[in-house]
């Protein structure tokens, strides 16, 4: 026979354990949301980093085949943008990315055969991380190329 002191306890105690069970499913709901909200995130970066890198790789096998399939190339610190022209070539830009492409001729600290290509996607979805503030997300994606007199071309060299 339970006390005087007592009654209730059962109740008290099985309130306790219904708000445990409460709280770890909001915990479950919560972590699920925010894993969906990552995967999106992921998905567009991924998105902008390869039309960057497919955008620098269009031009990069264009100039390994003619040094001059753009035109002439730019001096020494100057640049030259090329955008529509990769454009032309069918490179694959998802949904609200807007892609730049610029060739950049070689800076005082290399060889003057060397030229850069450089490729920007920017996202203009309008999706921005809630942090407080209005980054505009994107991604750069550079090639360092080497001219090769003899074959009039370019040879592809690295990623950086």
Do not use: C
């Given at each position: 026979?339970?006390?005087?002191?007592?009654?209730?306890?059962?109740?008290?105690v099985?309130?306790?354990?219904?708000?445990?069970i409460?709280?770890?499913?909001?915990?479950?709901?919560?972590f699920?949301?925010?894993?969906?909200?990552?995967?999106?995130?992921?998905?567009?970066?991924?998105?902008?980093r390869?039309?960057?890198?497919?955008?620098?790789?269009?031009?990069?096998?264009?100039?390994?085949?003619?040094?001059?399939?753009?035109?002439?190339?730019?001096?020494r610190?100057?640049?030259?943008?090329?955008?529509?022209e990769?454009?032309?070539?069918?490179?694959?830009?998802?949904?609200?990315?807007?892609?730049?492409?610029?060739?950049?001729?070689?800076?005082?600290?290399?060889p003057?055969?060397?030229?850069?290509v450089?490729?920007?996607a920017?996202?203009?979805s309008?999706?921005?991380i809630?942090?407080?503030?209005?980054?505009?997300r994107?991604?750069?994606?550079?090639?360092r190329?080497?001219?090769?007199?003899k074959?009039?071309?370019y040879?592809?060299?690295?990623?950086?």
């Amino acid at each position: 026979m339970a006390h005087k002191d007592e009654r209730g306890t059962v109740s008290a105690v099985g309130l306790a354990v219904l708000t445990v069970i409460l709280l770890l499913g909001l915990a479950a709901a919560a972590f699920m949301r925010n894993g969906a909200d990552l995967a999106v995130e992921y998905e567009r970066e991924m998105q902008l980093r390869l039309a960057a890198e497919s955008a620098v790789e269009t031009a990069a096998a264009k100039l390994e085949r003619d040094a001059s399939a753009y035109g002439v190339p730019p001096a020494r610190n100057q640049r030259k943008r090329i955008t529509e022209e990769v454009l032309k070539e069918n490179v694959p830009v998802g949904a609200d990315i807007e892609l730049h492409v610029v060739l950049e001729g070689s800076d005082a600290r290399e060889p003057e055969n060397v030229l850069k290509v450089t490729a920007a996607a920017i996202d203009k979805s309008g999706m921005r991380i809630p942090d407080g503030e209005n980054w505009e997300r994107a991604k750069i994606v550079r090639a360092r190329m080497e001219k090769k007199e003899k074959d009039n071309r370019y040879v592809w060299q690295r990623w950086y």
